[in-house]
């Protein structure tokens, strides 16, 4: 069965049903195999601080590797006092409480948009056929785009600032 934040039972309509479908094989060609892979397994199996969090090392050939003893990458949206954490794989965006970043706004579509942040660390906004629209930087986008730290997300009259930062690593404890 597939990830049911992108089933599209919810939609009236034969062309919006069309359009949201079209969008959802798009998001799931962009996942890879190793984002899927940390997609499931950060919904399974959270780490128990903080779900959004990846343990990072690069070593040389560009690869990912998990480290406990580097910083970790975090990614989330803020909107004024309100933060909202990513994980690695599809975060969902919407009116449903089911998605990862709920908004309660009848302007956001129930699925409104989707950041993927792959296992790389690469990160990518798309719309999901909302009926009005996903803008980056006030840019209404027209297929899915690279997101930087500090982009500035429109959703209807929600604005959010996408960020990407390292958290320190905890301090050594020192040997007695």
Do not use: W
């Not at 939609?11 to 959802?24: I, K, N, T, V, W």
């Not at 998001?27 to 990846?54: E, F, K, M, W, Y």
């Not at 798309?126 to 959703?155: C, E, F, M, V, Y």
């Amino acid at each position: 069965m597939g990830d049911p934040r992108l089933h599209s039972v919810h939609l009236e309509g034969q062309p919006r049903r069309e359009s949201f479908r079209a969008a959802r094989a798009a998001l799931q060609a962009t996942c890879g195999s190793l984002t899927i892979a940390a997609d499931r397994g950060s919904r399974h199996n959270p780490p128990p601080n903080d779900a959004s969090t990846v343990h990072t090392t690069p070593p040389s050939g560009g690869q990912v590797q998990p480290s406990p003893h580097q910083g970790a990458i975090t990614c989330y949206l803020k909107e004024g006092v309100n933060v909202y954490p990513l994980h690695l794989g599809m975060n969902s965006i919407g009116r449903l409480p089911d998605n990862d970043v709920v908004i309660r706004d009848e302007c956001i579509s129930r699925r409104h948009c989707a950041i993927v942040v792959h296992s790389d660390l690469r990160c990518e906004l798309h719309d999901i056929a909302s009926k009005n629209g996903t803008h980056l930087n006030g840019k209404k986008i027209p297929g899915p785009t690279r997101l930087q730290s500090g982009d500035r997300i429109t959703l209807c009259n929600r604005h959010f600032i996408f960020q990407i930062a390292e958290i320190a690593p905890p301090p050594a404890l020192g040997k007695s």
